[in-house]
């Protein structure tokens, strides 16, 4: 857990040691979810909206990442939640292959009175998805005090090797404010 420093917002959601030395990204844009509930700031000139094949996920995406929230107004159970979320992937089981390469898996930590996991893996898909078939995906779980959210960040594997890239999407994954 070392590689992953507790602060801020969420403890797990804090930038790994090798990105947090640089400067932070500049993230002026501050989105809303529909519930109130919580609130996540992104770069300029990303949008968000709500999926239409699936209402309960909301999206933010831009520069050709993505961050997707799945919030429920109640406590479900964090593993079985987290596990949900790991499989809510870009496209649909059938164009997915079913070996991942994982980071790390099921990181525990907690946010107050909220508990949280964390995972990081690797997946390819059958076809590109916005000009990439092999992209990288972590997933953060918060449950506690009557909400739960999941957020995915979804980078394109060869972006995510540019540590500008780990840095943003980190970056808006810890900008998550609960209301």
């Known amino acids: ?8 917002l969420v403890a797990a959601l804090a930038l790994p040691a090798s990105t947090a ?4 990204p500049t993230l002026p844009a501050e989105h809303v979810h529909p519930s109130g509930a919580f609130s996540f700031r992104t770069p300029a000139g990303w949008t968000s909206k709500m999926l ?6 909301l999206e933010a995406s831009g520069d050709g990442l993505l961050v997707r929230f ?10 079985s939640l987290h596990v949900m979320c790991m499989d809510m992937r870009l496209l649909g089981p059938m164009e997915t292959s079913p070996q991942v390469k994982y980071e790390h898996d099921f990181v525990g930590g907690a946010l107050g009175e909220r508990k949280l996991l964390d995972s990081a893996f690797e997946v ?3 076809r590109e998805v916005n000009g990439a078939s092999d ?3 972590r997933n953060v779980t918060i449950v506690g005090l009557g909400t739960s959210l999941c957020a995915s960040s979804h980078a394109p594997r060869a972006r995510w ?18 209301r």
């Open 70 to 79: 799945y919030f429920r107004p109640q406590e479900i159970g964090l593993d």
């Open 135 to 137: 992209w990288r995906q």
């Open 1 to 8: 857990m070392s590689r992953w420093p507790r602060v801020a």
């Open 161 to 178: 090797k540019k540590s500008e890239t780990r840095a943003l999407l980190d970056a808006v994954l810890a900008s998550v404010r609960f």
């Open 124 to 126: 390819r898909y059958d």
């Open 52 to 57: 239409q094949d699936k209402s309960d996920v």
């Open 21 to 24: 030395e640089k400067k932070a």
